[in-house]
């Protein structure tokens, strides 16, 4: 039986237009499973009907005791403020997504979806602007349970990238972005290859390894340039994905559109960004090249490590706050402060399962190959060689896809970071930060 979680009673049930609610005839409280209030706000008048039905009183408490545990699963109710009525601060299970209402909430909800004047705040014609937007999908969380053991950092990581993906499954388009700069590189490389061969006069065999070794400068001169500009395209890309991902937990409409706006809008600072990554690669590995040392070989990964963390916690500030890298680097490190520890930790956790699922794809990547192509050998040669062209291809696909999902997972890692950091900034009160809602669930 489900209980109340303000009063432990037994909750109600009746059937509303077709939507059966629970609630409580003590404190008036009502309980929606996951979707049912969005069915409830299609027809607006109901919720005064649904209030009305659960008056508080009715039947008084045997045994009050809040236990704030959800009715079906029992698991802690967390404060969120819901996407379609921001102002009305309601309570929400993280496993089963059921919401609570106390009493009287449901008249504000009803209040809050009257026709109100177009906020003036965000001027029409701009929709890239979001800075001084508050997150409405988010949870209060007043106390962050401190982390116990490296343990809790992978599960707290495993967490968030369960919620990345059921972010990815809610609203496919926020990969987009990512995907398309998949494919964009692997067409430029491409179109590198064809220009190669072109310029050789189409040879083939010997002749074309013969045109290679005379022409091994250009070739690496048109590889450093494919380099290059392959990276710099990725970071207008991973700008135009923090974009989509700060418009959707902000309440905007998510519109490819507006990303690449976005990210155009600030490509002198992805610009920058994606220079400096490329010095310190080249330099890391140009030193590693040079030593033999073990130590120099750490030190260069380290260094590179934290070159991708920094840049991540900066794209969202370049791109939120429409500041170029200087100014984007000295408002990291103001807002970022006091966050340290929770970074580094999530870090960990988040990046373990990341590697985690990279390791899994090249496995069955690897499988494919390995075993697709002699299997088919068996019939014939001509099979055993469709079967290697089908296995490395597919094997390149898993890879690629997977290697997406890490780059989403991460981007949306660092944007809720920054979220979480500026919401910290601005609240006079714990009480009042609002934790973006993949976080939330691995802070929780």
Known sequence: M????????????????GVSLEGCKSCGGTWFDARELDQVLQKPDLLAVVENAFRPGEQPPMRPRATNLCPVCRKPL????????????LESCPKCHGVWADEGKLSEIHKALQPQPQPQSVPAEDQTVTKDLPIVRGYHLPEI??????????FRGLAFVQSAFTLLFENPRLIVPILLNFALGLGLFVLVGLGVWAISGFATGNALGNWLERNFALVIILLVLWYIATVVISYLFMGATVSMIDAYLKGRPIDISVAFRDALKNAEGLLSL???????????????????????????????????????????????????????????????????????????????????????????????????????????????????????????????????????????????????????????????????????????
């Open 145 to 154: 349970r401190p982390t116990n053991g490296i343990l809790d950092q992978l």
């Open 2 to 17: 489900r209980r109340c979680p303000r009063c432990d009673e037994l909750l109600w049930q009746r059937t509303f237009d």
């Open 274 to 444: 994606a220079l400096i990554n490329i010095a310190i690669g080249w330099l890391t590995s140009l030193a590693e090249s040079r030593s033999r040392d073990s130590v120099t070989g750490a030190i260069g990964s380290l260094i590179r490590t934290l070159a991708e963390v920094a840049t991540y916690l900066t794209l969202p500030i370049i791109i939120v706050e429409d500041l170029s890298l200087i100014p984007a680097i000295k408002r990291g490190i103001e807002i970022y402060r006091r966050h340290l520890l929770p970074i580094a930790v999530g870090e960990v956790g988040v990046r373990f399962v990341s590697n985690i699922l990279m390791s899994v794809a090249i496995f069955f990547g690897a499988g494919i190959v390995f075993f697709v192509s002699p299997i088919l050998g068996i019939l014939s040669a001509w099979f055993a060689v469709f079967g290697l062209i089908f296995g490395i291809s597919a094997a390149a696909l898993l890879v690629a896809i997977v290697f997406a999902i890490n780059a989403f997972i991460m981007t949306a890692y660092h944007t809720c970071l920054y979220l979480w950091a500026v919401e910290y900034e601005r609240a006079t009160t714990p009480e009042q930060v609002v934790v973006p809602a993949p976080l939330a669930v691995a802070l929780a």
């Open 78 to 89: 967390i404060a969120f403020r819901y996407p379609k009525i921001p102002t009305v601060i």
